[in-house]
């Protein structure tokens, strides 16, 4: 059955298509800038009148959605993460500029104090430096209405407050906004795969994540445990999420298997920062085939479950598929 390029075409029972993924980008203040991430070669972080352009390209090789983040001036960032809600602050303004100059492209945001903070973390402290649940989601639901009120299509929480997504979607409804979905990040694990990430956003010179500090680990998932992710997503989706990311990817894959075939629910998954810079290194230094490795980790993402890939691979991968016809 196996022998010819034919039958395996036939016999195949996953594919993976531009349609799958999503693009994440890493958004600058200024114009006509790019910057280098030197933990993840390849990627950049760019202006906003740059990212048009990469985004314009994007949607030519049939990515349907970008995914924001922003890199905040250190300037800006302050223990109340007030910046997340500011109507012209980065994410804001790169929203309005991406869907005026490309409206077909989905916009999806990421709803977290971490890039706002001066400290690092995803929510605002108390004096002992633990996260404020409900101190946090006011301010997130804040941050989620601005992203809305620019445009956004779809805002994503990634921080793992408890209740936020239904705040969050009360705002909504209250505010006219009643189509902007959410995408929830409720199975994100307290993971050391997103050092790269953090260096791209400028959060990880604040953030104590070594042996002993706090890490995120008081609120982002304990990566022993498999349960407890339905259990968040299924108070997420009781809260009204509409689609739900399991992050990371590779060393998940039966967290995604056991969330779709329990809810089947739209079921994403964040293939994250040191995911990409792993296959990259290897593949730089000839040591794997970066395409054939990269082309099968996301074949797998999607043979777990997941129906939707944000992987920072995506142009790569799209530009691949591309040639492969
Ligand atoms: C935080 C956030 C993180 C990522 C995206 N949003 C990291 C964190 O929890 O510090 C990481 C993504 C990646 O590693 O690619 N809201």
Not at 17 to 41: H, K, N, Y
Not at 146 to 171: L, Q
Not at 264 to 282: H, R
Request: overall charge negative; hydrophobic content about 40%.
């Amino acid at each position: 059955m196996r022998r010819d390029a034919f039958s395996r075409r036939l016999m195949r029972e996953t594919r993976l298509a531009p349609d799958d993924l999503i693009e994440p980008v890493f958004v600058l203040d200024g114009e006509d800038r790019t910057e280098p991430v030197p933990s993840m070669p390849g990627i950049e972080r760019r202006s906003i009148d740059r990212l048009i352009e990469h985004a314009r390209h994007i949607q030519a090789l049939g990515i349907p959605a970008v995914a924001i983040f922003p890199v905040t001036p250190t300037e800006a960032k302050t223990p109340d993460a007030r910046e997340a809600y500011n109507p012209t602050g980065i994410a804001q303004r790169a929203v309005r500029a991406l869907k005026d100059a490309l409206p077909g492209l989905g916009v999806i945001t990421d709803v977290a104090l971490d890039p706002f903070t001066s400290h690092g973390q995803d929510g605002l402290l108390d004096e002992t430096g633990y996260v404020l649940n409900d101190e946090t989601v006011e301010v997130l639901v804040r941050q989620a209405l601005s992203h809305a009120e620019a445009g956004a299509d779809i805002v994503a929480p990634s921080d793992m407050m408890d209740g936020r997504i239904g705040a969050i979607r009360n705002a909504l409804e209250g505010h006219d906004y009643r189509n902007v979905r959410i995408l929830s990040y409720a199975a994100k694990y307290a993971s050391s795969y997103y050092g790269p990430f953090r260096d791209a956003v400028g959060s990880a010179d604040n953030l104590d994540s070594g042996p002993g500090g706090p890490g995120k680990h008081s609120y982002q998932m304990d990566p022993a445990n498999s349960d407890e992710a339905l259990h968040e997503v299924g108070l997420d989706l009781a809260e009204g999420a509409d689609m739900f990311m399991v992050k990371p990817g590779l060393p998940y894959l039966d967290i995604i298997r056991r969330v779709k075939a329990d809810f089947g629910v739209p079921t994403f998954a964040y293939q994250v920062s040191g995911e990409y810079s792993m296959l990259k290194a290897a593949g730089e230094r000839g040591w794997l085939d970066e395409r054939e490795c990269v082309l099968e980790a996301l074949t797998s993402l999607r043979r777990a479950g997941a129906d939707a890939i944000l992987t920072y691979h995506a142009q790569a991968a799209a530009e691949w598929l591309q040639e492969e016809g």
